[in-house]
């Protein structure tokens, strides 16, 4: 009985001390729900300067657990999502944000599709106009052409 | 003409094969650094060597100087280091050394044992003005002018081609530029 009291306890504080190590960001307690809802859908915006290809929330680089920590804590701070966004890329440049800002840097990135789409209409728009015009003048014949095609035809019976 | 109209959709193509070729050499981990231009981020740390002793960015100010982002768990750092020893012994410029989230206790051992290339040692334990820095690895190098504005941050270790083609010019420039001031 004893054995089993002791395994029973030792058990318990394994558990406990699996929660302890846990890392104190993702045991982060919000001020509200709705500050929770912000922060994280923020955080999944946001780029890892480390893994690249991961966002705050789902990297756990030392790094993206540091600035996802900074974005909870700003966004209980009350600080707007703008401020937030200012804040990482002054220090870790455009490269976090997964939707580039409008600039004239990113222009083409933005406009680009807009102007090849815009650009593909308008050829196909001569193209076609162009087809039927050809297709109309088909119908057409002087008869001048008319006697010359028949003198063709016959020359080669 | 019409025939030359006919070639629009290959030159694009070709121009497009051109962008997306050179893409291939990039190296994605590569990042511009945010804070070039910038001045060093205002903090408040400890020395290393002595707990309690605080400076403040307004110690590291005055000379071109490089600013080196090192930690005892990172291996590339123990790469670099015989290097900086070695660079810091030819008293070019001082080093200033960030501890980042690290345990001083093995960061001095590692000096000790090791060499001590650095001027001033911060101790960064909570990674505060790393996070400031922008820095996201050990080991990164920023390249400081006279005036205390950031010029250059480099990721990754520093060996000697590194510093003789990269580095070295840049400093080389900013201490003229510096010279240059101070005789003004």
Redesign the interface.
Known sequence: MKLVNLSITLFVALLFSLMVQATPVDTYEFKSPSNQKRAISLAHELRCPQCQNQNLVDSNSPVAQDLRLEVYKMVDEGKSDDEIVEFMTSRYGDFVLYKPRLDPKTYVLWIGPFALLIFGFIIGAVLIRRQRHNANSDIEMSAEDQQQLDELLKRNK | MKKLVLFIPLALFMVMGIFLYQGLFLN??K?????EGKPIPAFQLERLETPGEMLTEADLKGQVSLLNVWATWCPACKYEHPFLTMLSRRNIMPIYGINY?DERALAIKELRREGDPYTINLYDKD?RLG???????APETFIVDHNGIIRFRYAGPIDQNIWKETLYPMVQQLQAEAKADGAA
């Not at chain 2, 996070?131 to 690895?137: F, K, N, S």
């Open positions: 994605p981990q990042l511009d650094s945010a804070l989230r990674g996070l400031d820095l922008g820095v996201y690895g």
